[in-house]
């Protein structure tokens, strides 16, 4: 309630037609705090006063999960934190996606997520999937405890750039490996980058199994998918 | 090789400030030594309590090294709220899952009542676990989980929900800690008017507490009032001390000084991840804390036996002379399907770098 | 619990006939020792003098129990002729499989030429090398004139059973040449190692009744076999330490296995399928007699059942008058729990004092 | 007449001769003789003979496989001119050594022994994959699966198989019968195998009876 006075006041004291660098400086601003109701707010508002939901969404929201990524990363934002942010940016996506038209968005890469079997720890995952939407990846999300046939169902079916893998117990971690052989049996290894994370994940491991990258976290993580991705463009 | 002391002679003489032979080795050593007893999975590890005292037993034994038993409910604290629990019955798992926490919602969490823990589900299994190991004189850890963050999400309330109720309903989360704190408390009381308070060691696990998630800020006022309850309350119940791995990386929860406000017993024993430097922990702590050896866990698993016993040659050297004694270990669970070898990479590292 | 000698101490006195403070305990576990230290399949453990060595040592040091490293050659005894062999790299494998004898008909085998140990062994030299240089007076497989020795290494076994009916002078002749490369590689190893610091051992699977017919075995094997072993005794080597895999009963009864010189004592290593009492009876005032726990409840069974089997494995044997130690009556399964291995250490220490 | 021929076939048979084999299988065709009586009321008594020989330890393996090749000898003269009808094949078997293993006596001394008996045999041959043993019976349709390991690394490989069936929903479908060195009735029991035999003369009764078994519950 208190979120939804101030936006009126704000409305009304600095007039309906904000710039369009304001609004999205607004929208980074709603995401940052973690205010979902401000968030809606401002993407509808984006709509009424016809700006681009593209620009909107990436100048505006993704700007806002890569401050917070940021701050992760420094010690200054926390779990609690990204998740309220995360949750403002679905928000915003909501009401912009649909009048966003798929050809403007240049989309770099679809990215096929999963926290593999016997591994229901998927808060790394969620955070990760909220950076990588932001960044506008084309995520798909198959969630926790993934069986292999699972991922080698969706890579076949959804064709990813990317694969990306998480693990937080040393016993699934062990899956990974047969993640990987499964794709090079079924001849699917070349057409996707696979790369892997989570607590027991180090870069040499990630090497053994024959993964194309690892990440230490998720903000880590945008930026070797945007390195894999860059790669495959060139091999391809 | 001879002349040695036996493992309980070492092990109890460690925590009563006694001079022991050698650093103690070997702490959180519990699904793989299902694995070394022929189980294929953990499911009947975590479940039955003959397997999970047996199969703990054996494999110490054969190795030689020195932890007693670790009992955890096969509820997992999460099971006797109502949360549903998959026990690790798949290859794959590596511990008991929940799967649905009870607790979904403010209203769930204001209704849900503090169960009886002698009567709470699983409550059979836990107690007969806990009956096994002393009744095998074997001075079981047992865990008794309350008052912090990871006793609380997903055990009762669903980890998502709890972080986000940090920001916009710290009350929940007080009040969800609260019921957490006062299981713990019946629980300990329970056992203590069951078994007595000088056969067993309560232990803790705080992985979820950890500032990978949350800040120490969120630490300090939420969980250390709760957590600093539970462990004096059970001191006073005349038990000596307190276990406590404080799982993942702390770092900023020791700096902002929480850690030495929670209650340990004298002295009590710091289980930290190897995001700690040794040199750090034994300077914090090992005035008035037995230290844990905290080498990298998947490098039990995926390293060769002699790399392995170079990092426990270097943990020993930094942490054998601490004040209250040192136990050389991996710095989390070992790895349930570590090689053989490394396991007693633990022993042998403590036999040829920790002799005193 | 505190033991009284070292593994080694132990293993020693057993040979020499001096005594021990219980029964020692050689589980024959060197699969299990690949994997207890990590390894996903026997390759490397085959393939690699060095991990063969390494493994073998540390997993005895770890389970506490007494056997040297014994050593078998990457090529097994086959590739050395010039036949293929699949290393063990897949996780079903447990052995090294000879794919594709070199001797398909009588002419190949007589044209086949015995191999010269210095161009074809020495991968396998320096494996003994390296467990000599640690100390370990390991077992070293001396593989000669026997059938195991030849069908599949050198002939596939089929052709070799018909050719038992057909032709057996074939057989004759290839059991010939294998003993003859035989005795060449234990002569190089005695020059170059000494004659004290390894003992000689053989494992006799397809020479098993479940096979041939005890005649065949005497008339064809008995022969040859005793030329290897007492040609390698004179050289120097205390003893043999022969393993009769599968059901060699008949072979008893028909007073073949006596004839074999096994040294003074040797290791008479029978499978499940002859009880100890047995053995103890037939052999023990002569040699060292061997336990024999069935392999295969090492691997399904409890460590309280198998515990029951060693304890009752040990009564039988105990006594024998050259000595009893420990085993498992063929090689331990490779992915046996380990608690279940370390079940003979802890029988022996419950069960075997003396 | 004929009587005389299949006695004359089953000592050939049995003395492992095979140019007598075919022989005598030519002789048979010649004379105008059931062509699928000659081969069951002659070879295979003679590898029946053989069989109990082996069991009782009068006959070892060399004999067995000097008499299967007589066997196959006149197996080959004979099956073009039987009617498959005739046959009243008993059922179809599908043999293979499990992965890892290429120890292939025993199932080749079993194979003979089957073919003898009747039954239609599909050999996989030795150090067969899961999936190939899953995709022969989704192919072939077999009443039986006969597994055979003497390794326990290998054997260690049989029950993937068998629980690869029941995801496949293939499990009822067939009987599955295992054997070999280190294998035990608890052991078949544990994997949740049909039947067990400890050597290849047994395992043909086992087949008979687990066939009867499978009959009834069709």
Same mark, same amino acid.
Request: aromatic share 8%; charged share 25%; hydrophobic share 35%.
């Given at each position: 309630?208190?979120?939804?006075?101030?936006?009126?006041?704000?409305?009304?004291?600095?007039?309906?037609?904000?710039?369009?660098?304001?609004?999205?400086?607004?929208?980074?601003?709603?995401?940052?705090?973690?205010?979902?109701?401000?968030?809606?707010?401002?993407?509808?508002?984006?709509?009424?006063?016809?700006?681009?939901?593209?620009?909107?969404?990436?100048?505006?929201?993704?700007?806002?999960?890569?401050?917070?990524?940021?701050?992760?990363?420094?010690?200054?934002?926390?779990?609690?934190?990204?998740?309220?942010?995360?949750?403002?940016?679905?928000?915003?996506?909501?009401?912009?996606?649909?009048?966003?038209?798929?050809?403007?968005?240049?989309?770099?890469?679809?990215?096929?997520?999963?926290?593999?079997?016997?591994?229901?720890?998927?808060?790394?995952?969620?955070?990760?999937?909220?950076?990588?939407?932001?960044?506008?990846?084309?995520?798909?999300?198959?969630?926790?405890?993934?069986?292999?046939?699972?991922?080698?169902?969706?890579?076949?079916?959804?064709?990813?750039?990317?694969?990306?893998?998480?693990?937080?117990?040393?016993?699934?971690?062990?899956?990974?490996?047969?993640?990987?052989?499964?794709?090079?049996?079924?001849?699917?290894?070349?057409?996707?980058?696979?790369?892997?994370?989570?607590?027991?994940?180090?870069?040499?491991?990630?090497?053994?199994?024959?993964?194309?990258?690892?990440?230490?976290?998720?903000?880590?993580?945008?930026?070797?998918?945007?390195?894999?991705?860059?790669?495959?463009?060139?091999?391809? | 090789? +001879?002349?040695?002391?036996?493992?309980?002679?070492?092990? *109890?003489? #460690?925590? =009563?400030?006694?001079?022991? $032979?050698?650093?103690? %080795?070997?702490?959180?050593?519990?699904?793989?030594?299902?694995?070394?007893?022929?189980?294929?999975?953990?499911?009947?590890?975590?479940?039955?309590?003959?397997?999970?005292?047996?199969?703990?037993?054996?494999?110490?034994?054969?190795?030689?090294?020195?932890?007693?038993?670790?009992?955890?409910?096969?509820?997992?604290?999460?099971?006797?709220?109502?949360?549903?629990?998959?026990?690790?019955?798949?290859?794959?798992?590596?511990?008991? +899952?929940?799967?649905?926490?009870?607790?979904?919602?403010? *209203?769930? #969490?204001? =209704?849900?009542?503090?169960? $009886?823990?002698?009567? %709470?589900?699983?409550?059979?299994?836990?107690?007969?676990?806990?009956?096994?190991?002393?009744?095998?004189?074997?001075?079981?850890?047992?865990?008794?989980?309350?008052?912090?963050?990871?006793?609380?999400?997903?055990?009762?309330?669903?980890?998502?929900?709890?972080?986000?109720?940090?920001?916009?309903?710290?009350?929940?989360?007080?009040?969800?800690?609260?019921?957490?704190?006062?299981?713990?408390?019946?629980?300990?009381?329970?056992?203590?008017?069951?078994?007595?308070?000088?056969?067993?060691?309560?232990?803790?696990?705080?992985?979820?507490?950890?500032?990978?998630?949350?800040?120490?800020?969120?630490?300090?006022?939420?969980?250390?009032?709760?957590?600093?309850?539970?462990?004096?309350?059970?001191?006073?119940?005349?038990?000596?001390?307190?276990?406590?791995?404080?799982?993942?990386?702390?770092?900023?929860?020791?700096?902002?000084?929480?850690?030495?406000?929670?209650?340990?017993?004298?002295?009590?024993?710091?289980?930290?991840?190897?995001?700690?430097?040794?040199?750090?922990?034994?300077?914090?702590?090992?005035?008035?804390?037995?230290?844990?050896?905290?080498?990298?866990?998947?490098?039990?698993?995926?390293?060769?036996?002699?790399?392995?016993?170079?990092?426990?040659?270097?943990?020993?050297?930094?942490?054998?002379?601490?004040?209250?004694?040192?136990?050389?270990?991996?710095?989390?669970?070992?790895?349930?399907?570590?090689?053989?070898?490394?396991?007693?990479?633990?022993?042998?590292?403590?036999?040829?770098?920790?002799?005193? | 619990?505190?033991?009284?000698?070292?593994?080694?101490?132990?293993?020693?006195?057993?040979?020499?006939?001096?005594?021990?403070?219980?029964?020692?305990?050689?589980?024959?576990?060197?699969?299990?020792?690949?994997?207890?230290?990590?390894?996903?399949?026997?390759?490397?453990?085959?393939?690699?003098?060095?991990?063969?060595?390494?493994?073998?040592?540390?997993?005895?040091?770890?389970?506490?129990?007494?056997?040297?490293?014994?050593?078998?050659?990457?090529?097994?005894?086959?590739?050395?002729?010039?036949?293929?062999?699949?290393?063990?790299?897949?996780?079903?494998?447990?052995?090294?499989?000879?794919?594709?004898?070199?001797?398909?008909?009588?002419?190949?085998?007589?044209?086949?030429?015995?191999?010269?140990?210095?161009?074809?062994?020495?991968?396998?030299?320096?494996?003994?090398?390296?467990?000599?240089?640690?100390?370990?007076?390991?077992?070293?497989?001396?593989?000669?004139?026997?059938?195991?020795?030849?069908?599949?290494?050198?002939?596939?076994?089929?052709?070799?059973?018909?050719?038992?009916?057909?032709?057996?002078?074939?057989?004759?002749?290839?059991?010939?040449?294998?003993?003859?490369?035989?005795?060449?590689?234990?002569?190089?190893?005695?020059?170059?190692?000494?004659?004290?610091?390894?003992?000689?051992?053989?494992?006799?699977?397809?020479?098993?009744?479940?096979?041939?017919?005890?005649?065949?075995?005497?008339?064809?094997?008995?022969?040859?076999?005793?030329?290897?072993?007492?040609?390698?005794?004179?050289?120097?080597?205390?003893?043999?330490?022969?393993?009769?895999?599968?059901?060699?009963?008949?072979?008893?009864?028909?007073?073949?296995?006596?004839?074999?010189?096994?040294?003074?004592?040797?290791?008479?290593?029978?499978?499940?399928?002859?009880?100890?009492?047995?053995?103890?009876?037939?052999?023990?005032?002569?040699?060292?007699?061997?336990?024999?726990?069935?392999?295969?409840?090492?691997?399904?069974?409890?460590?309280?059942?198998?515990?029951?089997?060693?304890?009752?494995?040990?009564?039988?044997?105990?006594?024998?008058?050259?000595?009893?130690?420990?085993?498992?009556?063929?090689?331990?399964?490779?992915?046996?729990?380990?608690?279940?291995?370390?079940?003979?250490?802890?029988?022996?220490?419950?069960?075997?004092?003396?």
């Amino acid at each position: 309630m208190h979120n939804f006075i101030s936006f009126v006041l704000y409305r009304v004291l600095y007039g309906v037609n904000m710039g369009e660098e304001d609004l999205f400086g607004e929208l980074t601003d709603a995401v940052v705090a973690g205010d979902k109701d401000r968030c809606r707010g401002l993407a509808e508002q984006a709509l009424d006063e016809g700006v681009d939901p593209y620009r909107a969404l990436m100048e505006g929201c993704a700007e806002g999960m890569n401050i917070m990524s940021d701050r992760y990363d420094e010690g200054e934002a926390y779990v609690p934190d990204i998740l309220l942010s995360a949750e403002a940016l679905y928000e915003a996506m909501d009401v912009l996606k649909p009048h966003i038209d798929v050809e403007d968005t240049g989309v770099s890469g679809k990215v096929l997520l999963g926290v593999v079997e016997g591994d229901i720890h998927d808060i790394g995952k969620n955070v990760l999937k909220s950076i990588f939407d932001a960044a506008g990846f084309d995520v798909i999300d198959l969630g926790r405890d993934v069986r292999p046939e699972q991922f080698q169902e969706s890579i076949e079916k959804e064709k990813p750039d990317i694969l990306g893998l998480s693990a937080l117990m040393t016993t699934s971690m062990t899956g990974m490996p047969k993640i990987i052989e499964n794709l090079q049996k079924a001849g699917l290894r070349e057409r996707v980058k696979v790369m892997v994370g989570g607590a027991p994940i180090s870069e040499d491991y990630a090497e053994k199994i024959g993964a194309d990258g690892y990440a230490p976290n998720a903000p880590r993580a945008k930026e070797i998918a945007e390195k894999l991705l860059k790669q495959k463009r060139e091999e391809d | 090789m +001879s002349g040695e002391m036996t493992s309980m002679e070492r092990w *109890k003489n #460690l925590l =009563e400030g006694n001079p022991i $032979d050698r650093v103690a %080795a070997g702490f959180d050593i519990l699904g793989h030594t299902a694995i070394v007893n022929g189980y294929e999975a953990l499911g009947d590890f975590y479940a039955k309590p003959k397997v999970s005292i047996g199969s703990q037993l054996k494999a110490k034994e054969m190795y030689g090294y020195d932890q007693p038993p670790i009992v955890i409910s096969p509820g997992y604290g999460a099971g006797e709220w109502g949360s549903e629990v998959e026990l690790p019955y798949r290859k794959a798992m590596g511990a008991p +899952s929940v799967t649905e926490s009870v607790v979904q919602n403010k *209203k769930d #969490l204001e =209704e849900l009542e503090v169960p $009886d823990p002698s009567n %709470a589900p699983y409550s059979d299994e836990f107690y007969r676990t806990v009956e096994l190991a002393i009744e095998e004189d074997s001075y079981p850890l047992v865990t008794v989980w309350g008052g912090c963050v990871s006793s609380t999400a997903p055990m009762i309330v669903d980890m998502e929900t709890f972080m986000k109720w940090m920001r916009t309903d710290p009350d929940l989360c007080e009040m969800a800690l609260d019921k957490s704190a006062e299981f713990a408390i019946k629980t300990a009381e329970w056992l203590v008017d069951e078994f007595g308070a000088d056969n067993w060691i309560p232990v803790d696990w705080l992985p979820t507490d950890a500032n990978v998630l949350i800040d120490s800020d969120t630490f300090g006022e939420l969980v250390v009032p709760r957590l600093k309850k539970v462990h004096q309350k059970v001191l006073d119940l005349g038990l000596p001390m307190w276990f406590t791995h404080w799982c993942s990386d702390h770092t900023q929860n020791i700096e902002a000084g929480h850690i030495d406000e929670i209650p340990m017993g004298d002295p009590g024993a710091v289980f930290f991840g190897p995001e700690v430097t040794m040199e750090e922990i034994v300077n914090r702590f090992g005035d008035s804390n037995i230290v844990i050896g905290n080498v990298d866990p998947p490098s039990f698993q995926n390293k060769p036996q002699e790399e392995v016993l170079k990092l426990l040659k270097d943990n020993i050297e930094r942490g054998k002379d601490s004040p209250k004694g040192f136990i050389a270990s991996c710095g989390c669970e070992l790895p349930p399907r570590t090689p053989p070898v490394n396991t007693y990479a633990i022993v042998k590292a403590a036999r040829e770098y920790g002799q005193y | 619990m505190k033991d009284e000698m070292t593994s080694m101490e132990r293993w020693k006195a057993l040979l020499n006939g001096d005594p021990v403070d219980r029964i020692p305990v050689v589980p024959f576990a060197s699969g299990f020792d690949a994997s207890v230290n990590g390894y996903e399949t026997m390759g490397d453990f085959f393939a690699k003098p060095e991990v063969q060595v390494k493994c073998q040592k540390r997993s005895r040091e770890m389970i506490g129990y007494d056997e040297p490293p014994h050593l078998m050659p990457p090529g097994y005894w086959a590739e050395q002729w010039g036949s293929e062999v699949e290393l063990p790299y897949r996780k079903a494998m447990s052995s090294p499989s000879v794919t594709d004898p070199v001797v398909k008909t009588a002419e190949d085998l007589e044209e086949l030429e015995i191999p010269d140990p210095k161009e074809t062994m020495q991968d396998f030299h320096k494996m003994v090398e390296l467990a000599i240089e640690d100390d370990l007076y390991p077992l070293v497989t001396i593989w000669g004139g026997c059938i195991s020795a030849v069908a599949p290494h050198m002939v596939s076994i089929e052709q070799f059973m018909k050719w038992l009916r057909t032709d057996p002078g074939l057989c004759e002749m290839a059991l010939d040449k294998s003993a003859e490369f035989t005795i060449s590689v234990a002569e190089w190893f005695a020059e170059d190692f000494g004659t004290d610091t390894w003992i000689p051992w053989d494992p006799l699977p397809t020479d098993a009744n479940v096979l041939i017919s005890a005649d065949n075995f005497g008339e064809l094997v008995v022969p040859r076999l005793k030329k290897v072993h007492q040609k390698v005794l004179d050289l120097g080597l205390p003893m043999w330490f022969t393993h009769w895999c599968s059901d060699h009963n008949k072979n008893i009864e028909a007073g073949h296995v006596d004839k074999i010189p096994h040294g003074d004592p040797g290791v008479i290593y029978f499978g499940p399928e002859v009880d100890v009492e047995r053995s103890v009876e037939l052999f023990g005032d002569e040699h060292i007699i061997t336990g024999n726990v069935d392999p295969p409840s090492v691997q399904n069974k409890s460590y309280e059942e198998v515990l029951q089997l060693c304890k009752e494995n040990i009564e039988k044997g105990k006594d024998s008058p050259r000595g009893y130690t420990l085993t498992c009556g063929c090689g331990v399964p490779p992915r046996a729990p380990p608690i279940n291995v370390y079940a003979f250490v802890k029988a022996s220490r419950k069960y075997g004092k003396y």
